[in-house]
């Protein structure tokens, strides 16, 4: 069974850009989470996507955007980068939408120069 | 406000030594405490959870003990290798706690030296 995958893997973007970034969660699995991980502010939940709809959202500005599709991939959106957007992004995909094994792909390093 | 307080920030230990790693919770209403184990350039991999009607769960030489009056829980590493030397994050999750999915606490870096 294929595991998460999340492309690219690494991506330098300049400030002001924008930049979007990709996960295709586990076969049958409809729950798609983002999550930020940085040094200073380690692990940090962005929003949840189920069914294709956002179910929860975290404390990050409007800059930061997500979709899902009706294959259940998911999309993940920054614009107007800055140099704080540096982070490995990471997505987690689960059966249910809440209490149930989530499992995460390798991410996607990020650098804002 | 930290919601889940892990200690400690890095912890050494003899391989074939017993490694504990400790979290605490503040809100009474998470019911999921997975952990996770994550290797340099790797994203987080779910080793075991536990949810907070069983006071232990064991899966080979990784143990859950949770303490549901003391709201903490921990991980103990049994018989640990060098392959184990990696980043440990606990987690919580619950419905209705003002929290959306995993809320993880700040890591813990484990070196099991040779």
Known sequence: ?113 | QQQVKQSPQSLIVQKGGISIINCAYENTAFDYFPWYQQFPGKGPALLIAIRPDVSEKKEGRFTISFNKSAKQFSLHIMDSQPGDSATYFCAAEGKNTGFQKLVFGTGTRLLVSP
């Open chain 1, 1 to 113: 069974k294929a595991g998460v995958t999340q492309t690219p893997r690494y991506l330098i973007k300049t400030r002001g850009q924008q930049v979007t970034l990709s996960c295709s969660p586990i076969s049958g699995h409809r729950s798609v989470s983002w999550y930020q991980q940085t040094p200073g502010q380690g692990l940090q939940f962005l929003f949840e996507y189920f069914s294709e709809t956002q179910r929860n959202k975290g404390n990050f500005p409007g800059r930061f955007s997500g979709r899902q599709f009706s294959n259940s991939r998911s999309e993940m959106n920054v614009s107007t980068l800055e140099l704080g957007d540096s982070a490995l992004y990471l997505c987690a995909s689960s059966f249910g939408s809440s209490n149930t094994e989530a499992f995460f792909g390798q991410g996607t390093r990020l650098t804002v120069v």
